[in-house]
């Protein structure tokens, strides 16, 4: 125990050592001359609520032609093909050597990887009903990956992880640690040729489908999503689509978190097909029908237990008119779950609108999400909506106590730019309960509170979000951010009511 203690002192320590040395490293960048803007292509702007895109590297002046390293999200997508230019038609990085690295005329190595840490600091998370009810801790994950392809035919992408926490006082929670694992290993194949751009993924890999609101790596969690399975892709220009079947791979603590490697749920299989139409200009529209079955007899909200089998169809529709961006999705659930028959909604809608000619930029804006709730326990109906593999902390407040069931909640939000490379954030969210006899489920999925009877009312809650995030240069980022939510009639009635807080500071370098 006390090694286990000294290490965790160490992980902070190094931590803060880390945000320092990348402080002062961005505060003499500062003084050098700016350098020129680049105009390689960038992925769209990030969803509201969540970190900003990664901007390129702005390591040393260039000219605006010129290429560099563009960090994603899904690191096997990065692409560092520029590299094989002549050395003046690319922006140097210090991680050049380690990408795109020739092992011979066909074969292409780069490796990469991230390490990052999250001091959090939460308070009555459930609002009042444990002990300890705060609790301070540390979160580091390192991952390391390796991309090996043979010219644009066949490729194996690898990638390792060690997610760990110190010093929780608080139960072990799902997300939180994955010792030395296999995180993903996939093998890609074109299938009808290397200038054909349909692809056949084989093994464990991670999926984003959309804005995530239902299918997601789940980033903020120390340990990301993965899933066992198929995926045939189709990529270019105009349109994606993905075909898959798949297998969720959660970490089972149950089990002890030395079992290695992790295994796909046995009793889970999604499947589906996702498309999305690129050809309007600054717009997206998405299609989807997603299955999802599970026999591992699951308790539904008439509480009955028995199998899960939905069908969820949808659409969506996003993108940006001038200075006014939008994106709104609407989605229904059909099928069985125990034996009831399911009948459910969701439907989502941000926008924004930003002011560029005022200082800091600001972009002001609101959103609305509805995700439906069961309304009678005893008419042999499921009407609580089940938001699959979802990113509801983006959407629905970073405390993580509301997920996309049984719920109506709106937000405002504020958006300014201080600096080129700092974004502030403020939302204020509001919630209520769609269905009063049903419960009030949290970012996961659980059922935190419930009244069968309705007699407490719909209100929720209010929670403020605070966030600002640090883009030091392409490599590194600081994000910080509180939180508090507000008990209303509901919490109150059914149980201890305090509210709750959370506090946190992160760093992340990503090469």
């Not at 093909?81 to 922006?91: A, F, I, Q």
């Not at 990887?113 to 009555?124: A, C, D, F, M, W």
């Not at 403020?464 to 939510?485: C, E, K, N, R």
Request: charged share 25%.
């Amino acid at each position: 125990m006390r090694g286990l203690r000294y290490a965790g002192v160490a992980s902070r320590v190094l931590f803060s050592l880390i945000i320092i040395l990348c402080s002062l490293r961005a505060a003499a960048a500062q003084d050098s001359p700016a350098p020129a803007p680049s105009t390689q292509s960038a992925p769209a702007a990030s969803q509201p609520g969540g970190p900003p895109r990664e901007p390129e590297a702005e390591d040393s002046p260039a000219p605006a032609t010129l290429r560099g390293p563009l960090i994603l999200d899904l690191r096997y997508d990065e692409d560092y093909s520029y590299l094989d230019g002549p050395p003046d038609s690319y922006r140097k990085d210090l991680f050049d050597p380690i990408k795109n690295i020739h092992l011979d005329d066909n074969w292409r190595l780069t490796l990469g990887g991230e390490i990052k840490g999250r001091l959090e600091s939460e308070t009555n998370t459930r609002f009042g009903a444990r002990e300890p009810a705060s609790d301070t801790f540390f979160l580091h994950r390192e991952l390391l990956h390796a991309d090996l392809r043979y010219r644009k035919l066949f490729r194996v992408f690898v990638q390792g992880v060690n997610a760990m926490k110190e010093d929780r006082d608080l139960p072990q929670v799902t997300g939180m640690e994955n010792r030395f694992d296999v995180y993903q290993l996939f093998a890609d194949l074109r299938v009808l040729g290397e200038e054909t751009p349909l692809t056949l993924r084989i093994g464990r890999q991670e999926l984003a489908l959309g804005r995530q609101r239902l299918v997601s790596t789940l980033e903020w969690s120390n340990d990301r999503r993965k899933f066992d399975g198929v995926d045939l892709l189709w990529r270019d220009e105009r349109l994606n689509l993905d075909f898959f079947y798949l297998r969720p791979v959660p970490v089972n603590l149950a089990e002890g978190l030395q079992r290695k490697p992790d295994e796909y749920r046995e009793e889970a299989h999604f499947y589906g097909a996702y498309a999305t139409y690129k050809g309007l200009p600054r717009h997206e529209i998405d299609f989807y029908a997603m299955g999802l079955n599970d026999t591992g007899r699951s308790l539904n909200a008439n509480g009955r237990t028995g199998d899960l089998t939905i069908m969820t169809l949808g659409c969506r529709l996003g993108g940006r008119t001038g200075a006014f961006d939008y994106d709104t999705e609407l989605a229904g659930q059909w099928g069985t779950f125990a034996s009831d028959v399911v009948q459910a909604w969701m439907w989502a809608a941000d926008g924004g609108y930003t002011v560029a000619a005022l200082p800091w930029t600001p972009r002001i804006g609101a959103g609305f999400d509805y995700a439906g709730g069961d309304r009678n326990p005893r008419d042999g109906a499921h009407q609580t909506f089940n938001p699959l593999f979802p990113f509801g902390h983006n959407y629905l407040g970073f405390l993580d106590l509301v997920g996309r069931s049984n719920i109506l909640a709106s937000n405002v939000n504020l958006t300014l730019k201080p600096h080129k490379d700092v974004t502030a954030r403020l939302a204020y969210h509001t919630f209520w309960l769609d269905s009063e006899t049903d419960a009030l489920y949290n970012a996961g999925g659980l059922a935190i509170r419930r009244n069968a009877r309705g007699f407490f009312g719909r209100e929720v809650g209010d929670e403020l979000d605070l966030t600002i995030a640090w883009q030091i240069d392409v490599h590194s980022s600081v994000l910080f951010g509180y939180s508090h939510f507000w008990c209303d009639n509901f919490i109150r009635d059914t149980g201890p009511d305090r509210d709750a807080d959370l506090i946190y500071i992160q760093y992340a370098l990503k090469f």
